[in-house]
């Protein structure tokens, strides 16, 4: 099993331009989330989801957007990006809310 | 809305010395307690969880953590440290679906 995976390791982006970051599980959990770490403050919550077809917010959700078409994937959207979001993020999944949570290793990005 | 703290930004302890991190939440419910370590450039990784069960909870690597009611504590410790542990602790609490709190972390040096 590779667990999470991440891609990209990586990412620069310029104020007001989008991507995806992307998620990716072969454990067959259900519960997957998105986090933001940002040096001083823990992890923060993004976005989750219970299931393929049903996501919900978290803590932090202003400026992302998921989405959760299949069981192995979970995808995160920045719209606009903004220097705000500069940040590293992982992904996270469990088979449910209160199993444990295996993270992927994480996407630092840069919003210049 | 509950929160974690974690006492101390950075601990600092000699080989073969006891490890003592602390974490106190706030909550209004019955929580889901966890402890993770984070090595460099690594994703979170299940130290241990309080799910409640025993009050006295073994993780992995000789870690294990005590809840405490009346408290609202639940410190991390360990009875002798070794070089390895050198890395970030954080505490969480997670009281629904949706609301997983991470504490700011506490970064753990170990000298020789």
């Known amino acids: 099993n590779a667990g999470v995976t991440q891609t990209p390791k990586f990412q620069v982006l310029k104020t007001g331009q989008s991507m995806t970051l992307q998620c990716a599980q072969d454990?067959?959990?259900?519960?997957m989330s998105w986090y933001r770490q940002d040096p001083g403050m823990g992890l923060r919550l993004i976005h989750y989801s219970v299931g393929a077809g049903i996501t919900d917010q978290g803590e932090v959700p202003n400026g992302y957007n998921v989405s959760r078409s299949t069981t192995e994937d979970f995808p995160l959207r920045l719209l606009s990006a903004a220097p705000s979001q500069t940040s590293v993020y992982f992904c996270?999944?469990?088979?449910?809310?209160?199993?444990?949570?295996?993270f992927g290793p994480g996407t630092r990005l840069t919003v210049l | 809305a509950q929160s974690v703290t974690q006492l101390g930004s950075h601990v600092s302890v000699s080989e073969g010395a006891l490890v003592l991190l602390r974490c106190n939440y706030s909550s209004s419910v019955p929580p889901y307690l966890f402890w993770y370590v984070q090595y460099p450039n690594q994703g979170l990784q299940l130290l241990l969880k309080y799910t409640s069960a025993a009050t006295l909870v073994k993780g992995i690597n000789g870690f294990e953590a005590e809840f405490k009611k009346s408290e609202t504590s639940f410190h991390l410790t360990k009875p002798s440290a070794h070089m390895s542990d050198a890395a970030e602790y954080f505490c969480?609490?997670?009281?629904?679906?949706?609301?997983?709190?991470f504490g700011a972390g506490t970064r753990l040096t170990v000298k020789p």
């Open positions: 454990m067959n959990h259900e519960y």
């Open positions: 969480a609490v997670r009281t629904s679906q949706n609301d997983m709190r």
């Open positions: 996270a999944s469990s088979y449910s809310v209160t199993d444990t949570q295996y």
